[in-house]
Nanobody
Framework: QVQLVEFGGGLVQPGGSLRLSCSAS????????VGWYRQVRGEEREGVAC????????DYEDSVKGRFTISRDKAQNTVYLQMNNLKPEDTANYTC???????????????????????WGKGTPVTVSS
């Protein structure tokens, strides 16, 4: 019954902005640590941003700090990733992932290096190109 569905990917020029959405069904997403991951063909998956379920704390991959913002809308059961000043290196398939465990801020679960979340979306592609 549980589904995570991403929306908002597309083709954007360098310097442009995009807002990705991760909407949940079957679970209350505010009870879950949620993260955004991206993967380029032929490369390993990379954690981009995450948000804690307990205190709302966030973490970001170094290359997106100051450009990307992760947030929640509890009423909409949705987590967003606002992406500004996009660069060609941001091109990837973006996927959201959620788990009841407090993995985002827990050193034992590796934060953005944790890939064992219980629920994953199918992803939405982002292409940054002139």
């Amino acid at each position: 019954q549980v589904q995570l569905v991403e929306f908002g990917g597309g083709l954007v020029q360098p310097g442009g902005s995009l807002r990705l959405s991760c909407s949940a069904s079957g679970i209350m997403l505010d009870h879950y640590d949620v993260g955004w991951y991206r993967q380029v063909r032929g490369e390993e998956r990379e954690g981009v941003a995450c948000i804690s379920s307990s205190d709302g704390g966030t973490d970001y991959e170094d290359s997106v700090k100051g450009r990307f913002t992760i947030s929640r809308d509890k009423a909409q059961n949705t987590v967003y990733l606002q992406m500004n000043n996009l660069k060609p290196e941001d091109t990837a398939n973006y996927t959201c992932a959620a788990d009841l465990r407090e993995w985002c801020t827990s050193r034992w679960l590796l934060g953005l290096r944790y890939y064992g979340q219980e629920y994953w979306g199918k992803g939405t592609p982002v292409t940054v190109s002139s």
